[in-house]
Nanobody
Framework: QVQLVETGGGLVQAGDSLKLSCVAS????????VAWFCQAPGREREFVAA???????YYADSLRGRFTISRDNAKNTVYLQMNSLEPENTAVYYC??????????????????WGQGTQVTVSS
């Protein structure tokens, strides 16, 4: 059972940057693909970005170029660097993991383990 803990959220102004971290309890961490999802008030949880076991990265089209996902297997950590934040990015950000990479990586149901989330609030 993989346990995931997200940190790094907070209150920022539009145009600022934040870097979220997701630390996993399981080793070897390289055996898991990891993703970030976000859920804004009143909306469904949505795919943000994913990184495969081999390090390939995938992004939601609307966030490509502003958000960057990366992993440090030695630290059991996946990061989400968020630049040029907008009020529309206000949400709870969750990381998720799976040992079995699936084609439809953007689907919630394809991820087996979830963290508790970290709140990101972007003021205008």
């Amino acid at each position: 059972q993989v346990q995931l803990v997200e940190t790094g959220g907070g209150l920022v102004q539009a145009g600022d940057s934040l870097k979220l971290s997701c630390v996993a309890s399981e080793q070897p961490f390289s055996s898991y693909a990891v993703a970030w999802f976000c859920q804004a008030p009143g909306r469904e949880r949505e795919f943000v970005a994913a990184v495969s076991k081999s390090g390939n990265t995938y992004y939601a089209d609307s966030l490509r170029g502003r958000f960057t996902i990366s992993r440090d297997n030695a630290k059991n950590t996946v990061y989400l660097q968020m630049n040029s934040l907008e009020p529309e990015n206000t949400a709870v950000y969750y990381c998720a993991a799976t040992a079995y990479w699936k084609v439809h990586y953007y689907s919630l149901t394809n991820w087996d383990y979830w963290g508790q989330g970290t709140q990101v609030t972007v003021s205008s």
